[in-house]
């Protein structure tokens, strides 16, 4: 079965106890102006405003160093995981709706539903 994927979302984790002051931080040195300060109402989430041709810009409240990692977008999560298995990625948790995986680098990377209304124009097609 064929499925779609490409790279969404740059996040920057964040070992903090309150976001908002590395979201107004990370708006001002990328230039990127605030979407919202908590997109999903937990106060986990914010957004910077990118480009439709640009990834989008997420940061995240984590309770672990923080880090950058990437998001891959695609129209079939287990497709696409099983995929990425293939090429020696591994499966570390599954969150809601997205696998939290980790390259065979150590670097870990988040397979998660279309981000957003259009899916293309760049995607890859997996067959």
Known sequence: MTHHSRLSTLVLDCEVED?????????????????????????KYAQLRTEDDEPLL?????????RVHLDIETDDVEAEAARLEGLGARRI??????????????????VVRPQRESFGPHLNRWE
Do not use: N
Request: with cysteine; proline share 6%; charged share 15%.
């Open 93 to 110: 948790e599954k969150i809601k709706t997205w696998w939290v995986m980790e390259a065979p680098s150590g670097h870990r990377f988040c």
């Open 58 to 66: 997420l940061l995240q409240q984590v309770a672990h160093p923080s």
């Open 19 to 43: 976001l908002a002051p590395h979201v107004a931080f990370w708006s001002q040195a990328l230039g990127k102006a605030v979407v919202s300060g908590d997109a999903d109402g937990d106060g």
